[in-house]
């Protein structure tokens, strides 16, 4: 990785940081939301796809900025293949779908900014820019369908104990199971689709470096 790819790995690990921190501030000095009181407003923070998937964009991309050669074994290639791609199903599904759902002002609206927008245009743009390339595979692809199921399995479980769904379209008070997998079906057909593009875009500028080099 570049001098360059470094610094925009840097760059996308700290507004990933700063939107987190300035979340869980927000979030523990409001009063809105199903939690009431503190911690549990400020855990649930963590319940989020979109806060998860900053994590992991923003702990992978710490990473190689710290260690710009890192090639790291199946985890690392995984982690960082999952950070690029939730990262992107957050954007697309939070602009396509739920933006504009709440009226957000001040610094709610910043940290809206950050993890919603900001971060997914750094993170695919810095993957596809300075990579680093040959990470990805399909058997790295099947490992990190992992994650998403293990996020949506303990939303569901979650949501019978406590009554809480991050998100709409998880709603089963609201729509019912059937409904619910039916939404999570066409993110999951979106993640796949990502999934698919992202390996055969990487293989092919892994060639292209290859040859130039």
Not at 132 to 143: A, E, K, S
Not at 182 to 196: E, I, M, P
Request: glycine content about 10%.
């Amino acid at each position: 990785m570049t001098t360059v790819g470094r610094t925009w790995a840097a760059v996308t690990a700290a507004i990933v940081a700063c939107g987190i921190g300035i979340q869980l501030l927000v979030t523990a000095n409001g009063h809105e939301g199903f939690f009431p009181d503190n911690p549990e407003r400020v855990f649930n923070v963590f319940a989020y796809f979109t806060v998860q998937s900053n994590l992991l964009l923003g702990g992978t991309a710490l990473l190689l900025a710290l260690q710009p050669e890192r090639s790291g074994g199946e985890l690392f290639k995984t982690l960082r293949l999952n950070g690029v791609l939730c990262i992107a199903v957050t954007g697309i599904v939070y602009h396509a779908v739920l933006a504009g759902t709440d009226e957000l002002h001040g610094w709610a609206a910043v940290t809206n900014f950050l993890l919603h927008t900001a971060s997914p245009v750094t993170g695919v743009l810095g993957w596809i820019a300075f990579g680093p390339r040959g990470l990805t595979d399909w058997r790295i692809v099947g490992w990190s369908i992992v994650y998403p199921l293990l996020w949506l399995l303990f939303t569901l479980i979650r949501g019978e104990f406590v009554g809480f769904y991050p998100y709409p379209f998880v709603d089963v008070t609201e729509h019912g199971y059937g409904k619910v997998l039916l939404n999570c079906l066409l993110v999951a057909v979106l993640f796949l689709a990502l999934a698919a593009g992202a390996t055969i875009l990487d293989r092919r500028l892994h060639r292209r470096t290859t040859v130039e080099r």
